[in-house]
C-alpha cells in the first residue's frame, strides 16, 4: 500500500500511459490549492503547449479510493479519463467569452462564507459582507452530471468588464433567482437527502400550510432547486420576507452548509441551544469543504435585517439602572 506521496508521484509517472499521443509533451505536475475555510488541497494539472484552459483535478479522493481498494491503476486510468473528458467540455475548452460581462452576467453565482476564516482565500477573490457572511462571486461555466464548473471572479475580471461591485451583486442575486428557491420541512428535506427524490412542497408556493405546532421538527430549510450552494437564498430580501410571513414570527438562521440554512421559529430553543447544536453538527456531519460559519443568525421581520443571534441576544440582556449597566439576572437578585 502506497502512502499520499508515494500514491501522488505514482500518478505523475505514469497517467501519460492512458492519454491520447497529443498529451505526450504535456506538463504534468501537482500544486496545492487553497480552498474554502483553510483546506489544503493537491490537485493534479495537466498542461499542454499553448493550452487555453488549465481544469485543475482534485487527487484526494482518488487516493481515498485507492486506500479503499481500488487497483492504483484503475485509479490512475480515471484521473486520465477525467482529464480528456474537460477537452470535450465547451466551456472549458474556450474561456475566451468570459471578459464579456454581457455574455456571463446571467451565469453568475454566489458562495457564502465566513470570512473570519477565509482571509487567505478570499485575498484575489471578489467579494461583499453581509453581516458575518462574505458572499463570494462565481461565474458558472458548465455542469456535468450535477457536478458545477465554475471560476471565482477576480480582480482581474472585474478590470476587464468595467462593472461597478454595485452592479456585480444585482446582476448576481438575479442570476441566482433562476436557481428557484426552495423552503420545505426538515421531513421533506431529509426525505430528499435520504432517497434522492424531487422535493414534493416547496411553501414558497403558497399551497402548503404550516405551523411549527404542526410539526414533529419545527423548523424550515433554505435552498435552492439543485441544493447546491444554497445558502445564498438568505440574501434574497423578498423570499426571506416570504419565510417570515409563513412562520409567522421572526425566525433564526442556522448557517447549516454551504448549500442550505435552516429556519427555526423564535421560541423553539434558546441562542446557546442552537449554537452549540450548529457547532456540534459542524464538527460531526459536515465536511469541512461545505461548512459555513458556527454563527447563527437572528431575522427580525419588522427590519427585513440578519443580526449575529449571540450578540443580539447579549445586547438584549443588559438594561440601564441608576445610570449602570445591570444583567436581567443581576437586577432580579437586587
Not at 484521473?79 to 474561456?95: F, G, Q, S, T, V
Not at 403558497?206 to 424550515?220: I, V
Request: glycine share 4%.
Amino acid at each position: 500500500m502506497k502512502n499520499k506521496k508515494e500514491f501522488y508521484d505514482y500518478v505523475i509517472e505514469n497517467v501519460r500511459r492512458y492519454l491520447p499521443p497529443s498529451f505526450e509533451d504535456a506538463q504534468v505536475f501537482i500544486e496545492v490549492k487553497e480552498k474554502e475555510n483553510g483546506r489544503k488541497v493537491p490537485v493534479l494539472l495537466v498542461m499542454r503547449r499553448e493550452e487555453p484552459s488549465l481544469p485543475c483535478i482534485p487527487l484526494e479522493e482518488a487516493y481515498r479510493d485507492y486506500v479503499e481498494g481500488d487497483d492504483l491503476d484503475i485509479c490512475v486510468r480515471k484521473i486520465a479519463d477525467l482529464r480528456m473528458k474537460y477537452d470535450h467540455l465547451e466551456y472549458l475548452a474556450d474561456l475566451s467569452y468570459t471578459s464579456d460581462y454581457e455574455k456571463v452576467k446571467g451565469r453568475l453565482m454566489i458562495k457564502l462564507c465566513d470570512p473570519e476564516l477565509n482571509h487567505g482565500w478570499l485575498e484575489n477573490k471578489i467579494y461583499t459582507v453581509h453581516g458575518d457572511f462574505a458572499a463570494v462571486y462565481y461565474v458558472r461555466l458548465c455542469e456535468e452530471r450535477e457536478k458545477i464548473f465554475s471560476m471565482p471572479v477576480t480582480k482581474q475580471l472585474m478590470e476587464k468588464w468595467e462593472v461597478t461591485l454595485k452592479q456585480l451583486h444585482k446582476d448576481a442575486l438575479l442570476s441566482e433567482r433562476a436557481k428557484q428557491a426552495f423552503l420545505f420541512t426538515m421531513d421533506d428535506y431529509w426525505r430528499t437527502v435520504r432517497t434522492e427524490s424531487e422535493r414534493s412542497r416547496n411553501l414558497l408556493d403558497r399551497k402548503t400550510k404550516w405551523h411549527p405546532e404542526m410539526a414533529e421538527t419545527p423548523m424550515l430549510c433554505l435552498t435552492n432547486r439543485n441544493m447546491t450552494n444554497g445558502a445564498s437564498m438568505i440574501l434574497q430580501k423578498d423570499i426571506m420576507k416570504q419565510a417570515g410571513e409563513i412562520i409567522g414570527s421572526d425566525f433564526y438562521v442556522l448557517p447549516s452548509s454551504i448549500h442550505e440554512t435552516l429556519l427555526v421559529p423564535i421560541g423553539i430553543m434558546d441562542v446557546s441551544g442552537l449554537l452549540q447544536m450548529v457547532k456540534e453538527v459542524n464538527e460531526a456531519e459536515v465536511e469541512l469543504c461545505d461548512q459555513l460559519s458556527d454563527k447563527v443568525q437572528y431575522y427580525d421581520r419588522k427590519k427585513g435585517t440578519l443580526e449575529n443571534a449571540e450578540r443580539r441576544n447579549q445586547k438584549s440582556t443588559f438594561f440601564i439602572m441608576n445610570g449602570e449597566f445591570y444583567t436581567g439576572k443581576e437586577s432580579s437578585a437586587a
